[in-house]
């Protein structure tokens, strides 16, 4: 039996459409609900009290749209707040850790491992905690706030100044330390994966987003709940959906234009 619900994915801002985007690939039949509550971005530098508060506002929009399931595609979210918000709803809650966590101890070496992410995401230690728990040898962490900003304002070109300059401020530790995989702990994080790169070479990267997308496919393989129709994708904002309609084809990769609908959250 088809089940036709959409599943709905949220973030704080459009970083959440890289998910959205693997979704899509993954699951073409499947319709999708996103909220980006672009009018209260960054999350990264709120109190945890204020994280849980605009999650859980944030999944009660997508919950009443009756979806099957919900992802919150967003690394402070899934580090900060999930657990307190993930049993108020009668359908499972995805993060963007645990399946990161998994790929980058399976993907490093020599077992040193490095975390990128938002203030709060670092500041809460859960990737830390869960990639020793994995077996890896080391964790270095490293808050990269500017990034988000970089990324929500298009200054996301391999070749930008900017951001390459950023990005050398923020990783030479991560460069100095010697770890060889890189966990991109923010959904902005991957548009900018090439300056990353550039700058890390040798460096394995991992896509919390594209990581969780494929666990989701396989949920709902598993459980029954794949739709055999369908494969719409409405967009919500919670400010102005100007920039973000202008913004969207950097992270779906394509030059769609996406006409977002304003919502009061």
């Known amino acids: 039996m088809s089940d036709k619900r959409p599943i709905g994915v949220f973030d704080s801002g459009l970083g959440g459409l890289c998910a959205v985007k693997e979704l899509r690939r993954l699951l073409p039949k499947e319709d999708i609900i996103y ?28 919950y009443k749209h009756n979806v099957k399931l919900i992802l919150a595609a967003c ?59 994995a ?15 970089l990324v929500e304002c298009g200054f ?9 300059g950023v990005c050398k401020t923020y990783l030479s530790q991560i460069k100095e330390s010697g770890a060889d995989t890189l966990i991109l702990g923010c959904t902005h994080f991957p548009i900018i994966a090439d300056i990353i790169s550039d700058f890390l070479p040798g460096v394995t ?27 719409g994708t409405e967009y919500y904002v919670s400010d102005d959906g100007t920039s973000f309609s202008a913004s969207a084809g950097v992270f ?5 234009k996406i006409k977002a609908n304003l919502v009061n959250i």
């Open 156 to 164: 996301t070109n391999r070749d930008n100044e900017i951001t390459k």
């Open 205 to 231: 990267l991992i896509d919390p987003a594209k990581e969780t997308a494929a666990h989701v496919a396989k949920h709902l393989s598993k459980n029954g709940m794949t739709s055999d129709e369908g494969g």
């Open 135 to 149: 077996g890896t040898k080391s964790v270095i962490s490293c808050a990269c706030p500017l990034f988000v900003q």
């Open 252 to 256: 779906l990769g394509n030059s769609e």
């Open 35 to 62: 909220f980006g509550d672009t009018g209260r971005v960054p999350y990264g530098s709120k109190s945890p009290q204020t994280i849980i508060k605009y999650a859980r506002q944030d999944a009660e929009f997508l």
């Open 75 to 133: 690394g402070t979210v899934s580090t900060v707040a999930l657990d307190d918000i993930k049993n108020d709803f009668e359908v499972t809650m995805f993060g963007v850790v645990d399946d990161a966590v998994a790929a980058a101890a399976k993907a490093t070496k020599n077992g040193n491992v490095a975390v990128i992410g938002t203030n709060a995401t670092v500041e809460s230690g859960v990737f830390e905690k869960k990639l020793l728990a």
